[in-house]
Antibody, heavy 117, light 110 residues
Framework: QVQLVQSGAEVKIPGASVKVSCEASGYTFTRYVMNWVRQAPGQSLEWMGWVNTDTGYTKYSQRFQDRVTITRDTSANTAYMELSSLRSEDTAVYYC??????????WGQGTLVTVSS | QSALTQPASVSGSPGQSITISCTGTGGDVESYNFVSWYQQHPGKAPKLLIYEVTKRPSGVSDRFSGSTSGRTASLTISGLQTDDEADYYCCSYAGTGIYVFGPGTKVTVL
């Protein structure tokens, strides 16, 4: 069965960077795009960007364009999302989601990133 | 700030039907047939309910259905059950590889 397993919770100080991983299993990794979505406490889902796991091509939300980098390692069936220049407003749960034809059909369990001094 | 609008909350009694709307700005819901809906229970990851406006993934109950009219997409839950109490999010493709989510609707089963 499809599984997306994300790395564990992180605590970061303002200005630092965080890198969250998402290891896929149960399907051919390079046949699906991987999206990243975040959710601040009590807030809505917010789309951040995606990576074409086959080509490495990326697309980012304009809101995060300058601070986010999404990559993948096909040898490890793993996608990564790195967010830099963290501020308190970046405290959120970050999700990876397998995507086909614009539907996010399988989600990771989420990774809580807390930004606090 | 979301480009899609949803009601903050919708409620209904067990067995009733409810409908959640998702209104776009013209460059999203109305332009593409790539509207999806997600259900999220507290503390859990979102779950895909509907994709491409009307399609259901295997395993999703046929009590959930989707439709669209102009700039507005809708999710209808029929035969409301206590387990349907959750947050529901619409999502639309908005062109040039961009996605947009709605603000979410909290469904309460009375």
């Amino acid at each position: 069965q499809v599984q997306l397993v994300q790395s564990g919770a992180e605590v970061k100080i303002p200005g630092a960077s965080v890198k969250v991983s998402c290891e896929a299993s149960g399907y051919t990794f390079t046949r699906y795009v991987m999206n990243w979505v975040r959710q601040a406490p009590g807030q809505s889902l917010e789309w951040m960007g995606w990576v074409n796991t086959d080509t490495g091509y990326t697309k980012y939300s304009q809101r995060f364009q300058d601070r986010v980098t999404i990559t993948r390692d096909t040898s490890a069936n793993t996608a990564y999302m790195e967010l830099s220049s963290l501020r308190s407003e970046d405290t959120a749960v970050y999700y990876c989601a397998r995507t086909e034809k614009w539907k996010l059909d399988n989600w990771g369990q989420g990774t809580l990133v807390t930004v606090s001094s | 700030q979301s480009a899609l609008t949803q009601p903050a909350s919708v409620s209904g009694s067990p067995g009733q039907s409810i409908t959640i709307s998702c209104t776009g700005t013209g460059g999203d819901v109305e332009s593409y047939n790539f509207v999806s809906w997600y259900q999220q229970h507290p503390g859990k990851a979102p779950k895909l309910l509907i994709y491409e406006v009307t399609k259901r993934p295997s395993g999703v109950s046929d009590r959930f259905s989707g439709s669209t009219s102009g700039r507005t997409a809708s999710l209808t839950i029929s035969g409301l059950q206590t387990d349907d109490e959750a947050d529901y999010y619409c999502c639309s493709y908005a062109g040039t590889g961009i996605y947009v989510f709605g603000p979410g609707t909290k469904v309460t089963v009375l």
